[in-house]
């Protein structure tokens, strides 16, 4: 089970980015539909930009401008060994939370991703919003970060030290996976470009296409050529950063999921959404009235092979 650690001195603010190509399935709001302003009032959660993006259709003919990557990212604030308890566990970094009422029924992203994550390495939470001194990559076995319903691009200050903590993991060489925001934050952290997409919000059950090296990657070995998964964004990577291998694309997103170095990923879906959450999202942005979200096993093993690269990684370095 995994344990929650709050060391931040803010309270948190609630603030998830998402993706997808499988018609009667899901529901895709089109450039034409749901074209994103050039920008929001900072801290506009997603289901508010949406609502901002569909009055605005007519208005804006422009995607938002894309954000290029800053060499000037946050200091790294790192906890203190001896306050950091449980070493080698994987630590589940919050970058957001689901809506009130979807955490009521459903729980909420930590609990999901843990959930995921299974039993082989404890987990411990933490809140990057809250200020919170994150530890040593040396103290950890890996760090899963989480989707956010905040967008990469407001470059909000949590959000730019946890990018550069993110590359001080890198490189020390720690297992980690970007889920959706987390995996826009991991391509920005390293250069990439991060903007809205093109074709605006895409949510739902989707299909994802595994390219050529993704038949060698330790997470995405087992997994079928094709398979469905959960997602929900209105933005993208739309430049890998340079180092980057791309291991997964769709009929919408050619950015699904990448490698960096020997031990780095970011996808864009969810593979700790179960058919239950993405329909709560589909349900709560009144995007897919009549369509179903269906369940994604395949998506949800990138989690427990994570875990498993985690341990074996341990393992080799006792």
Known sequence: MAETFHAGRQPAKAHCAGDASRAPIFATMTHKEAQAPDSFPLGTNLLSRMAISTKSAK?????ASAIEFSTAISPIHTMDPHHMHGQNCIAIVLAGNTYPHISESLN???QWISKGLGTSLPHRVFDAREEVLL??????????VSGSHAMVTDREPW???LAGWLRTCIESRLPVLGICYGHQLLAHAMGGLVAAHPEGLEAGTHTIELLAPAHHDPLFCTLPPVFDAQLVHFQSVRQLP?????????????????????????VQFHPEFSA??????????????????????????????????????QAELA
Do not use: K, N
């Open 242 to 266: 340079s180092e980057a291998v791309l291991l997964a694309r769709s009929a919408h997103e050619p950015h699904q999921a990448f490698r960096i170095g020997p031990c780095a990923w970011g």
């Open 59 to 63: 208005t804006y003919d422009t995607p």
């Open 108 to 110: 909420d992203f930590d």
């Open 135 to 144: 530890p040593e990559p040396s103290q950890l076995a890996g760090v899963v």
């Open 159 to 161: 959000s730019e030290r």
């Open 276 to 313: 239950q959450a993405m329909q709560a999202y589909l349900d709560q942005m009144q995007i897919a009235a009549g369509q179903r979200a269906l369940p994604t096993p395949e998506a949800a093993r990138v989690l427990r092979a994570f875990a498993g690269f985690a341990l074996h990684r």
